[in-house]
């Protein structure tokens, strides 16, 4: 594993959102494009931001080059915000299935402290809502829109299907719900035995071999789900908060003058932003009416920068 970009004491405690991406993913580079607004938005509900860059290149941080301009100006703009940046490798074309269930390792990643309160999110989930991200409880785990998926069987039981979006709870319960220990290591290796052992080593396919909606597509949250379930029902080791989501999704789904109109007239009512994809170049004058909303001016202009560098790289 390699070296953080910056250290904390180990009497501090924080509150931090944990998100992975692919750096050597080059067609679809919105997974790491919205790392910056997702981080500078999460700043300002109280969180630090630990990002998982996946790659195959086995160097630590202050070595890292890769053949990717757009991902190395992620890189650079995020080192000013000081995030804490962790490069993990991955096998050759096992990127997208390592970077996807990586996060299941938040107990395993050695640079926080065991009482820190660490909650997933998506890159492209941008939090918007302070009172709806507020948590509760740090001895809890809690998981936000937690009534969404329905439910599921896994090797013959029942079990609730929670999202991947924002599932929180310290370090420790991470470890102990996933059954890790300290030596642990977070690597394409690691995620094949846990996909393997808990869903079968077929779903552990390569990155062309992954489809949208597939099994392997939602492993992450079909085996946190399961372990979360055992760990609070079966082991009664801590609380469970279920909180349903609440508010206004300014959507993708919706047309652009639905935006616009959303973040216009009910912009105190949206919760967070879940973000276009391949046509987020296009799109940038919709999120701009956002984002001049959600963040102030000084912290939009750097924004507006870095998008306009991301775009000429």
Known sequence: MSKPNRFFGPSENFKYVLMATNIDEKDNKFYYFYLPFCAEAWK???????????STKEVDLENL?????PAMKTIEYLKKLDCKLIVIKSDKNYGKITSMVSRLFAGA???????????????????????????????????WNAFC?????????NYEMYPMGHIGMKKKHWREVMNFNKETKINSESVRILVGDNMGNHLFKEDDKIARGDPTWFADQTILSKQISIYVNELNRTELIKKKF?????????????LIKLANDSYDQLTDFHAFHSDFSE??????NLFKRLFDNITFNSLLGYFKDFKNS
């Not at 998926?149 to 039981?157: A, F, P, W």
Request: with cysteine.
């Open 246 to 258: 609440t508010g206004i999704r300014y959507d993708r789904i919706y047309s652009d003058s639905e």
């Open 109 to 143: 990643i050695t640079e926080l402290n065991d009482e820190d309160y660490i909650m997933t999110s998506d890159s492209d989930l941008i939090p918007i809502s302070k009172s709806y991200y507020n948590t509760e409880s740090h001895d809890a785990i809690t998981v």
């Open 149 to 157: 998926c329905g439910s599921y069987q896994l090797k013959n039981k």
């Open 283 to 288: 799109k940038w004058p919709i999120m701009e």
């Open 44 to 54: 300002k509900l109280g969180f630090k931001t630990v990002i998982l860059l996946i």
């Open 65 to 69: 080059k890769i053949d990717n301009q």
